[in-house]
Nanobody
Framework: QVQLVESGGGLVQAGGSLRLSCAAS?????????MGWFRQAPGKEREFVAA????????YYKDSVKGRFTISRDNAKNTAYLQMNGLKPEDAAVYYC?????????????????WGQGTQVTVSS
């Protein structure tokens, strides 16, 4: 089955940058899957952050991260990325990578079948 492994989280000062990676394995057509990033802060529901279609032709972002975060993918490496610049304390959360066996992307968590274990992002003020 498809497995997703996130990496790249950590502690950063406000205004700093991090690049999250999501390595996918176990599926024959992973490179054709839509991918997304979600996050969950303590005491809050999981929320959509960004999504990308299978070929990178379409990307979608949560309004509050537009202009600061960039989602991308390298299908040759079966890896998706989330470049996060200008981090704010309110961006702190566990970030999850997700994949769906459709070529399009979605902002709804229920549309994704596969999830990673999450990576912690902490932003100090």
């Amino acid at each position: 089955q498809v497995q997703l492994v996130e990496s790249g989280g950590g502690l950063v000062q406000a205004g700093g940058s991090l690049r999250l990676s999501c390595a996918a394995s176990g599926g024959t057509f992973i490179s054709s899957y839509g991918m997304g990033w979600f996050r969950q802060a303590p005491g809050k529901e999981r929320e959509f952050v960004a999504a990308i279609a299978w070929d990178g032709s379409r990307t979608y972002y949560k309004d509050s991260v537009k202009g600061r975060f960039t989602i991308s993918r390298d299908n040759a490496k079966n890896t998706a990325y989330l470049q996060m610049n200008g981090l704010k304390p309110e961006d702190a959360a566990v970030y999850y990578c997700a994949a769906r066996s459709y070529s399009t992307s979605s902002s709804r968590a229920s549309d994704y079948s596969y999830w990673g274990q999450g990576t912690q992002v902490t932003v100090s003020s």
